[in-house]
């Protein structure tokens, strides 16, 4: 019995660092769950933006494919700059140490995480922060 919880013990201690629990990455989903922003922590602190259907999808796949030859991902939301597509070759935050945590945003209301707003609507998603931001919806979007 003792060379069994020993055993057990000692096991448990040598788990992986991966297996430990993840900081959470604050974000919010819009009710229909198709659009998708949360905050990764910088430098600098930025939003990363996804939806999941839209009519322009397939044209903003080509363009990222045209320009880089990766995947469109969304949307990086900066303070400091004009937002821009998101073209990557995988995930662009580490997922070994934080995990979204999206809550439901409802029509009308507001979200603030630092220096980022996020405005839900049912015409789509704004969220901005210093003058620069993102307005995402089925038919389109805005950066600025």
């Known amino acids: 019995?003792?060379?069994?919880?020993?055993t057990?013990?000692?096991?448990?201690?040598?788990?992986?660092a991966a297996h430990a629990a993840k900081t959470p990455l604050p974000g919010v989903v819009t009710p229909s769950g198709n659009i998708h922003c949360f905050y990764v922590p910088g430098p600098p602190g930025h939003l990363?933006?996804?939806?999941?259907?839209?009519?322009y999808t397939a044209h903003e796949q080509s363009d990222c494919m045209a320009h880089s030859g990766l995947d469109w991902h969304g949307?990086?939301?900066?303070?400091?700059?004009?937002?821009?597509?998101?073209?990557?070759?995988?995930?662009?935050?580490?997922?070994?140490?934080?995990?979204?945590?999206?809550?439901?945003?409802?029509?009308?209301?507001?979200?603030?995480f630092a220096s980022f707003t996020c405005t839900s609507r049912f015409t789509g998603l704004t969220c901005?922060?210093?003058?620069?931001?993102?307005?995402?919806?089925?038919?389109?979007w805005r950066g600025w």
């Not at 019995?1 to 020993?6: D, P, R, S, T, V």
């Not at 000692?10 to 992986?16: E, M, N, Q, R, T």
């Not at 990363?48 to 009519?55: F, G, R, Y």
């Not at 937002?83 to 209301?109: D, F, M, Q, R």
């Open 48 to 55: 990363l933006c996804d939806i999941h259907q839209a009519s």
């Open 128 to 140: 901005s922060a210093r003058g620069h931001g993102i307005f995402i919806s089925r038919a389109s």
């Open 75 to 112: 949307w990086e939301v900066y303070s400091t700059r004009k937002t821009v597509p998101s073209c990557s070759g995988g995930i662009l935050y580490n997922s070994n140490s934080g995990s979204p945590a999206y809550a439901k945003l409802a029509y009308g209301k507001s979200w603030h």
């Open 8 to 16: 057990a013990v000692l096991l448990a201690a040598s788990v992986p």
């Open 1 to 6: 019995m003792k060379l069994a919880l020993l």
